[in-house]
């Protein structure tokens, strides 16, 4: 199969649209990352995502609509409090966990009685979900278990001659997944962390967000998962990352003791100058919308560069640096080590 990439204009979205509607693949820039789209009603387009990707298929999928009418077949109610969230935070990158409806094939659903939805606020996937009517699941156009990517350079460098099109809508803003909720259970449980936070959501709701221990920690044996990005080993390069936690003083001195050919550092803005082994930074400290932009990238760099071990300075844990954390835990398959 030849992969497309077409600059976004009229004539890409329509085909865009043309190819959902007969059941194939487009990747497609999101305000989070990007993404690769099927029809979530369409289980032998769904099926397409898992083969492109190399995706277990017991890691449920996304699905993406453009208008709260089109939750109608996609879930079978819409709790109250996914209403007061949609209100606030929807178009946007906020996934709500609800009843799983009569119409979403449940290859989307991985099996569950329940689906994650989300409404994008960005343009290019507004367009083409409107032109084709479809609402589709669509997890990061990545292959399994590598860093999602943020740019159509990138999605192609993983999905060349695996689907058809890969729409170019330029890098994507926030740069990790949406922030994933589920709405089912008597409280309100963070799945995945994002962009909109435990802070946000508990400041709308009026309530305590309960935190998925699955968040910070590895899933227990044959617990499922309940949402995307809760496998063990995720987003993760070639290179072994290790995160390191304590201060700057502490952190250079390790990697002092630990310098040698094909080990690099992955550190904050401005820190990367006084260390003894090459260095990609990725964000200010105490920042962690500007990590959460450039994480993937990072972690992609490390693998063009040949990094063979990666010791990492580590995010905070509260706000948008909650779901920095929970990326990069898994992209060093939970090695944390304090110094």
Partial sequence: MKTQVLPVNDASVALAAELLQKGE?????????YGIAADARNGAAVEKIFQAKGRPQDNPLIVHICGMQMLDGIVSEVPARARKLAAAFWPGPLTMVMPKGSEVSPITCAG?????????????????????????????????GKPSPTNAADTLADMDGRLPLILDGGESAVGVESTVLSVVGEKPMLLRPGYITKEQLESVLGEEVIVSPAILEKLKDGEIARSPGMKYKHYAPKAQVT??????????????????PGVWALCFDGEG?????????????HDGATQAHHLFSALRELDKQGARIVY?????????????????IRAAAFRVEDV
């Fill in 273 to 285: 100058k006084t260390l003894p082994v090459p260095y990609i930074e990725y964000g200010k400290n």
């Fill in 112 to 144: 569950l009685d329940t689906v994650g939805v989300r409404m994008p606020s960005h343009p290019v996937v507004q367009a083409v979900i409107r032109q084709s009517g479809v609402a589709f699941a669509a997890p990061s156009a990545n292959l399994s």
């Fill in 25 to 33: 693949l487009v990747a497609l820039p999101t305000e989070t990352v």
């Fill in 243 to 260: 995160i390191l936690r304590g201060s700057l003083d502490a952190y250079t001195a390790y990697i002092r003791a630990h310098a040698e």
């Fill in 312 to 328: 990492a300075r580590c995010p905070e844990q509260d706000g948008v640096s909650m779901a920095v954390y929970n990326r990069l």
